[in-house]
């Protein structure tokens, strides 16, 4: 498996981050780029996706329905189900009409507990952790939006009686003292709308980013949040981004295997790449303006988990596509 080692160790990071560091040759130079809307940043770097579908109205609250999705009531709120994958499995996303917000930290977690199992649990069904562990509140997330609301989460499997397992997502959006229910919910390990470690698909974020409850109110925290280190790996390759506080940036990748060169003998393989430019953020948007070539927007937000020992790990995820095909890309910060 990749780590960040590895990368320091190509010589990828020969850049100090600071106010005062200078940016990477033929970088731009000057200090950060500074937009006062999302609207602003994503006229200069253009999205590489963005919420669309129908736009449904639950109460006060509006919120885009992502295309092709099936959409229907229920009791107050909206819900939604995607089409079928190759496997005959969908996900469905509830959206709850808003209520009081709970009051506390650890409240706020049973209120995301107690919203799911209003919605989901039977006679005979129980919520679980995402390991099937008996404490469903284990495992947490809470966000931040530069766009004026926050979240806390649980990532949960229900069981039902008949022995059906489901992975679920359970997020209570915070607007002021209002807070907004979104549940996912998918047959286990489908991986379309519910990941692992608080992580969510794209068709979650279409729903979360367009989530309209009055005036939003845009702020710099993300932009303030981001500034360090952020890797990613999935056991043959790493990629590190270092969000630098004088607006720079650099991306660095790294793809390792081992080839086959006469039978029997074995040798490592390493390729690796580099890219520098600079970045913005503003509300909930990031952009890229890299060297040399287009810049891109997308929609982000840092998260932070708590893992089985009780320990909170920061993340971060922004939406992003490759061939035209919308994904989320999650890193960890680097301590």
Known sequence: ?????????????????????????????????????????????????????????????????????????NG?????????????????????????????????????????????????????????????????????????????????????????????LSLVVRFGSQAVPVIAVEP?????????????????ANVLYSLDLGSPAYDHALESSLIGEWFSSDGSAGNLYVFGANGHYIDASAVGGVVEVTPGEWRDRYASWAGTGDWAAVGDTLAFFPTGGQPTGHFATRFEVRDSSGVWRESLCWTNAYEGEPYMYCTRRQE
């Open 1 to 73: 498996m990749f780590r960040r080692s590895f990368l320091l160790a190509l010589g990828l990071l020969m850049w100090t981050i600071g106010c005062g560091g200078s940016g990477p040759a033929g970088g731009g130079g000057g200090g950060p780029r500074t937009f006062e809307t999302p609207a602003a940043l994503l006229a200069a770097a253009a999205p590489v996706w963005e919420p669309s579908g129908a736009t449904e109205q639950v109460g006060s609250l509006t919120f885009k329905v992502p295309a092709g999705w099936q959409e229907g009531a």
């Open 76 to 168: 107050g709120g909206a819900v939604m189900e995607s089409p079928p994958d190759k496997f005959g499995a969908t996900c469905i996303i509830a959206v709850e009409a808003p209520r009081p917000v709970a009051t506390g930290e650890e409240a706020r977690y049973a209120q995301a507990l107690e919203a799911a199992s209003a919605l989901l649990v039977e006679p005979g069904d129980r919520l679980t952790d995402d390991f099937e562990g008996p404490d469903p509140l284990s495992r947490a997330s809470r966000g931040a939006s530069g766009n004026g609301w926050d979240y806390r989460a649980l990532t949960m499997r229900l069981i039902q009686a008949d022995g059906s397992v489901y992975d679920v």
């Open 188 to 204: 286990m390990s489908t991986l379309r709308c519910v990941s692992y470690d608080g992580e969510f698909g794209v068709d979650v």
